[in-house]
């Protein structure tokens, strides 16, 4: 499938923010751990959830879609093997197996494939989970995790990972144990899980400060919880935004998310005001070129990079963007420079030479976030643009064309 746009488009109107993907997938590994039902409201409907939902199935879990909610039953859950397919299909599943092995103290998962944004290993999350008690052993492929009871211990992480912060909390959670993380990461979405794992019984502090703390408990309760907020998606839509000159009213959203992303978008030369949960934007004329360096929270977002880059493409001057969380983060550049933009990496920093307007032509998302780039850059082109492979869009991005037409976009699907 392909996404056709018709730009120069002005996106002008109201906005409502959907669940967090990158909270969802963590809090719906946890409703692993209490083996009773958990009801999770405000859950996106993207590619990456769905294909979360069908690996509990799998697991055994008793997965019930209603129209606002979804409510996963994992009393019956009688497995422990994340398949190898869906595993290559979403890497992020990995946070499955920190869940699987604090209920069944065993896990069988695959190393999950280098994806699209480098090689993301998970080195991390294994040194780790041997520090706390859990057996590694791999072999064709395969990582077998076995332990009689998780250790207390405090574990420092080299890098302030989230996915290694996420998966310790959760292998640690029905245990006799203390875990300790220091260097931990620090981003919302951790605090969001330690919200929901408390609400079921659990025992976490410290999320959203360096430092957290584990004091395992031996049963949990049934849940209700409500996912916060995609700050990416906040972002993104203010991109956008700022892009198009536009002005838009984004609701149902956090601002106290993204900070750095609102600094910046007012240094670029955009009108920002806020209250608890909506953000207004307006960006009356062409952008002014800035500096961004990625950094782990509370800095500025690497999911935020490439969005940027889309954004900046005909800005005022040059921009100069340098990626400091992963190591092959500029793939959207090639397909940005093929409509006209004038971007030149030098190892992990892109330099964008802003230019007057792009033009459309045929282009193809390389992941999640540059796909998006290519969805920004589309709307402010001359003419029309074709964006091949938007599977990956969808991965993170709710009812997309949706909520782009309703304010001004002009985009829809084709072969
Ligand atoms: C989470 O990925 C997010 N995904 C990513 O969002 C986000 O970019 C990233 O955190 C950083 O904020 C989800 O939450 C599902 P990391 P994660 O472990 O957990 C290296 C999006 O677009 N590393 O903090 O995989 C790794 O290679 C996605 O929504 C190791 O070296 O990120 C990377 O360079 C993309 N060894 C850096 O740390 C490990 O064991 C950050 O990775 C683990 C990570």
């Known amino acids: 499938m392909k996404y056709k746009l018709k730009g120069v488009k002005k996106l002008e109107g109201i906005v409502n923010i959907s669940g967090s993907k990158n909270a969802s997938l963590p809090i719906l590994a946890a409703t692993i751990l209490n083996g009773k039902k958990a009801t999770i409201y405000n859950l996106p409907d993207i590619k990456d959830v769905k294909t979360t939902l069908k690996i509990l199935e799998l697991l055994g879990c008793k997965?019930?879609?209603?129209?606002?909610?979804?409510?996963?039953?994992?009393?019956?859950?009688?497995?422990?093997t994340v398949p190898h397919d869906l595993m290559r299909e979403l890497r992020s599943s990995v946070i499955l197996a920190g869940s699987i092995i604090g209920r069944f103290k065993r896990a069988i998962f695959s190393y999950p494939g280098g994806?699209?944004?480098?090689?993301?290993?998970?080195?991390?999350?294994?040194?780790?989970?041997?520090?706390?008690?859990?057996?590694?052993?791999?072999?064709?492929?395969y990582i077998v995790c076995n332990c009689d009871k998780i250790k207390t211990a405090e574990v420092h992480l080299e890098f302030p990972s989230?996915?290694?912060?996420?998966?310790?909390?959760?292998?640690?959670i029905l245990?006799?144990?203390?875990?300790?993380?220091?260097?931990?990461?620090?981003?919302?979405?951790?605090?969001?899980?330690?919200?929901?794992?408390?609400?079921m019984g659990a025992k976490v502090y410290g999320a959203g400060t360096n430092c957290i703390k584990v004091v395992g408990v031996k049963r949990l309760k049934e849940v209700s919880y409500t996912i916060m907020p995609d700050r990416i998606e906040t972002g993104t839509f203010l991109a956008m935004c700022a892009a198009t000159s536009?002005?838009?009213?984004?609701k149902n959203t956090n601002y106290n998310h993204i900070i750095p992303v609102l600094d910046k978008l007012e240094e670029a030369g955009c009108k920002i005001e806020k209250d608890k949960n909506n953000i207004y934007i307006e960006a009356k004329k062409r952008l002014r070129a800035i500096d961004i360096k990625t950094?782990?929270?509370?800095?500025?977002?690497?999911?935020?990079?490439?969005?940027?880059?889309?954004?900046?493409?005909?800005a005022k001057g040059t921009s100069v963007i340098t990626e400091n969380i992963f190591e092959n983060r500029f793939k959207c550049v090639p397909?940005?420079?093929?409509?006209?933009?004038?971007?030149?990496?030098?190892?992990?920093?892109?330099?964008?030479?802003?230019?007057?307007?792009?033009?459309g032509t045929e282009v193809r998302a390389t992941d999640l976030r540059g796909?998006?780039?290519?969805?920004?850059?589309?709307?402010?082109?001359?003419?029309?643009?074709?964006?091949?492979?938007?599977?990956?869009?969808?991965?993170?991005?709710?009812?997309?064309?949706?909520?782009?037409?309703?304010?001004g976009a002009s985009i829809y699907k084709e072969r």
């Open 246 to 250: 536009g002005n838009l009213e984004l």
């Open 115 to 141: 994806c699209e944004i480098g090689a993301r290993p998970i080195d991390l999350h294994i040194e780790n989970f041997k520090k706390i008690g859990i057996n590694i052993e791999e072999n064709a492929g």
């Open 371 to 407: 796909g998006i780039a290519l969805v920004i850059a589309g709307l402010t082109a001359n003419g029309y643009t074709k964006i091949e492979n938007i599977g990956f869009i969808e991965r993170g991005y709710e009812k997309l064309e949706t909520k782009l037409t309703k304010i």
């Open 63 to 80: 997965v019930d879609k209603k129209k606002n909610k979804v409510i996963i039953d994992s009393s019956n859950m009688d497995k422990y």
């Open 335 to 359: 397909e940005l420079n093929r409509m006209g933009a004038k971007i030149k990496i030098e190892g992990n920093t892109a330099i964008v030479k802003g230019v007057r307007r792009l033009t």
């Open 175 to 199: 245990s006799d144990a203390e875990l300790t993380i220091t260097n931990a990461a620090m981003e919302p979405e951790i605090v969001d899980l330690q919200e929901f794992l408390n609400r």
């Open 295 to 314: 950094l782990p929270y509370p800095g500025f977002p690497t999911d935020m990079q490439s969005i940027f880059l889309g954004m900046l493409c005909n």
């Open 162 to 172: 989230v996915g290694a912060t996420e998966n310790l909390i959760l292998a640690s």
